[in-house]
């Protein structure tokens, strides 16, 4: 899975970032991604306190949730698969809750203070904050079309994890994202530059 991210990295965390306006991306509806922003506004030419409600923004958007809930259910169950491949069910099911519980918990904490996580990006960028929230309001359905894959916890078998666990790293990126990460090499894309 592949997240983008603007002006923080929250550490350890698969989350896309961005902006908003009154623009929304093809995945928009109800829940789309608004910043408060101009969305002509060159992501490039934020201020740093633009870029700072950018991220405080992001953090707290619909699509954030969402992705945090992916990470946090895949990395569960990818971690408890991994520490006993002989497990039962109800052992694997008890532990990815514990471990899903814990990551959950941590994101919380973490988001709670952006001010450690959010900067601007000295990474010359050109693309407008309506195709960053394109590509928010696009990755954030995706994500939710991701989560309704994946195996809740408390159903977890073995054949489930391992089926979760080979398919992990099979995602793409939205295509608005994809062209984001054209427009604006160096970002930040899930912990590693685009």
């Known amino acids: 899975m592949n997240r983008l991210s603007i ?6 965390m698969l989350l896309l970032m961005g902006c908003g306006g009154s623009a929304t991306g093809s995945g928009g509806g109800s829940g789309a991604f608004n910043s408060g922003l101009p ?3 060159q992501l490039g030419d934020l ?14 958007s619909d699509a954030a949730k969402v992705t945090f809930n992916v990470f946090c259910r895949v990395t569960a169950i990818t971690e408890a698969l991994s ?21 959950t918990s941590t ?5 709670a203070s952006t001010s ?18 394109t590509c928010i309001d696009d990755d954030g359905a995706a994500a939710s079309a991701e989560l309704a894959d994946i195996p809740e916890c408390a159903s977890l078998t073995a054949a489930s994890a391992n089926a979760v666990s ?29």
């Not at 002006?7 to 350890?12: I, Y």
């Not at 450690?116 to 929230?133: Q, R, W």
């Open 166 to 194: 080979e398919n992990v790293l099979t995602s793409a990126q939205p295509a608005s994202c994809q062209a984001l990460g054209q427009e604006c090499p160096g970002f930040m894309l899930g912990g590693t530059a685009m």
């Open 7 to 12: 002006a923080c990295v929250p550490v350890g």
């Open 83 to 103: 520490l006993d491949t002989n497990q039962t069910d109800a052992t694997l099911q008890a532990t990815c809750q514990m471990l899903e519980s814990q990551c």
């Open 39 to 41: 969305s002509s506004e």
């Open 116 to 133: 450690m996580m959010c900067h601007k990006s000295d990474t010359p960028c050109a693309a407008t904050v309506a195709d960053y929230t």
């Open 107 to 111: 994101i919380a904490s973490e988001t």
């Open 47 to 60: 201020s740093d306190a633009d870029a700072q409600e950018l991220c405080a923004s992001a953090l707290s």
